[in-house]
């Protein structure tokens, strides 16, 4: 049974920071792209960064500078460092694993950044 587990969610003040993590398991997870979405009311869902298998890296021009991804294969886990936050960057952030024809979601973490 695959399970994508986020964790690290929360309110937060502008200008902070927040760190998520997205721990895996059922998958083999060093094959897997990683993925990290979020989904503001009313707004499509959105890719926010991602880590290849060989680490590379791709950031939303929203978030460069700001949020960096990263994976630890022994622990089947991938994060997101979210710095220098503002409002709208509240949303509903999901983690997801893809290779090839298969991507998994996890159940999403809420993050408000808020005064």
């Known amino acids: 049974q695959v399970q994508l587990v986020e964790s690290g969610g929360g309110l937060v003040q502008p200008g902070g920071s927040l760190r998520l993590s997205c721990a895996a398991s059922?998958?083999?997870?060093?094959?897997?792209?990683m993925n990290w979405y979020r989904q503001a009311p009313g707004n499509q869902r959105e890719l926010v960064a991602t880590?290849?298998?060989?680490?590379?890296?791709y950031y939303a021009d929203s978030v460069k500078g700001r949020f960096t991804i990263s994976r630890d294969n022994h622990k089947n886990t991938v994060y997101l460092q979210m710095n220098s936050l503002k409002p709208e960057d509240t949303a509903v952030y999901y983690c997801?694993?893809?290779?090839?024809?298969?991507?998994?979601w996890g159940q999403g973490t809420q993050v408000t950044v808020s005064p």
């Open positions: 059922g998958i083999m997870f060093s094959m897997y792209t």
């Open positions: 880590i290849t298998t060989g680490g590379n890296t």
């Open positions: 997801n694993a893809v290779f090839h024809s298969l991507a998994y």
